[in-house]
């Protein structure tokens, strides 16, 4: 352990010292990429630090305790308890601050709400979703970009996507695809029954082109004008794009945006993400057989979480977790369920790690 850690101090110091170079600090797409990296790295470097100084102050204690004076023993005696009972905790951190994360935490993600049964409930809920988690990325101090918004037609939305960009984003909302479900009386309900409706939530990371090798050459690329109600600007002009990529087949577009080139970039990202997703399914499928995943597959069936009105409660079944604060939950207090989301992960990858 000690080695990795003196290697990913290493990279730490390089890291450090590229950021200081004037060609990088000119070259703004490098270093931003710089910079999130040496923020990932900057909380097991102060982990290691501790560490380091812990064994030093161990070997230095028990080397005291050679010593003839019975005071100097005594107290060097004193000095290595204190020091070996912090050790297996910060042990405990540093395994878990090394355990891999998976490549794509670190990267911006296209955030995408969708009402889904339930008629005019399921869009003022999908609505709902939407304030929780505007609020929830307000105290993260994300950046959120609306791309497209289809408003229902008794409030809430029917559909609305969203780039959100900070640090760590999609490592923490990586956990909130699939099916959302709400329990509780709809307003135009006269006779005061609960209701079950449902929204669904994707979150794509964003890729960048360099993330995946696609041939130009490989590409075809259609432009069209999007479907929809007539007279609206999006059928008016051929804003939709469409890539195929020749040789596997694989297909991408976007309609979502009234721009062109942002349509063009939300294909282009959807198309990288079903490469990716075609060339690691062999091996996910490998990993999937070891440990059973938290993250959903973005699959519109995947009923991870029920918001219950009547009982102020949130359940997310995939760990079993219950709290009753839902009226915090939906005004964006969802760190709770996003950190037990995260351990659980975290003691799934240990668990497998410890198995191979």
Same mark, same amino acid.
């Given at each position: 352990m000690f080695e990795k850690l003196q290697a990913i101090y290493e990279r730490y110091v390089y890291i450090e010292e590229q950021l200081s170079n004037p060609e990088v600090v000119q070259d703004l797409k490098k270093y931003t990429k710089l910079n999130k990296q040496y923020k990932e790295l900057s909380e097991i470097v102060e982990q290691y630090h501790l560490y380091k100084n812990l064994l030093s102050n161990i070997e230095n204690a028990k080397e005291m305790m050679k010593d003839d004076d019975p005071e100097m023993k005594e107290m060097a005696k004193a000095e290595l308890e204190e020091a070996e009972a912090k050790l297996p905790a910060i042990e405990e951190n540093i395994k878990v601050l090394l355990i891999p994360k998976d490549p794509e935490d670190s990267?911006? $993600? $296209?955030?995408?709400?969708?009402?889904? !049964?339930?008629?005019? #409930? !399921?869009?003022? @809920? !999908?609505?709902?979703?939407? =304030?929780?988690?505007? =609020? @929830?990325? #307000?105290?993260? /101090?994300?950046? $959120?970009?609306?791309?497209?918004? /289809?408003?229902?037609? &008794?409030?809430?939305? /029917? =559909?609305? &996507?969203?780039? &959100?960009?900070g640090d760590d984003v999609y490592g923490r909302l990586k956990f909130e695809s699939g099916a959302h479900r709400v329990q509780r009386v709809p307003k135009t309900e006269s006779q005061g029954r609960v209701h079950t409706s449902a929204a669904t939530v994707v979150v794509m990371p964003k890729f960048e082109a360099e993330d995946i090798d696609i041939n130009k050459a490989d590409l075809r690329t259609d432009t069209f004008r999007a479907s929809g109600a007539g007279g609206q600007h999006v059928n008016k002009t051929e804003s939709g794009v469409r890539f195929t990529h020749i040789p596997t087949g694989i297909v991408a577009e976007s309609t979502d945006s009234r721009s062109q080139h942002k349509n063009r970039e939300i294909a282009m990202n959807r198309l990288i993400v079903k490469m990716k997703t075609s060339q690691v399914e062999a091996n996910y499928q490998e990993q999937k057989s070891k440990r059973k995943s938290l993250v959903g597959s973005g699959d519109r069936s995947d009923k991870i979480r029920t918001y219950n009105y009547p009982q102020n409660r949130v359940t997310d079944h995939r760990i079993n977790l219950t709290l009753y604060s839902l009226d915090k939950i939906v005004q964006g207090q969802i760190e709770e369920i996003i950190e037990a989301l995260v351990l659980a992960e975290n003691a799934e990858k240990m668990k497998a790690g410890e198995s191979v």
């Open positions: 990267k911006d $993600v $296209v955030f995408e709400i969708r009402s889904g !049964a339930g008629g005019d #409930e !399921a869009s003022i @809920f !999908a609505g709902d979703l939407y =304030k929780m988690y505007t =609020k @929830f990325f #307000e105290t993260q /101090n994300w950046k $959120v970009e609306l791309i497209d918004i /289809n408003e229902g037609t &008794v409030g809430g939305y /029917n =559909k609305i &996507v969203m780039e &959100v960009t």
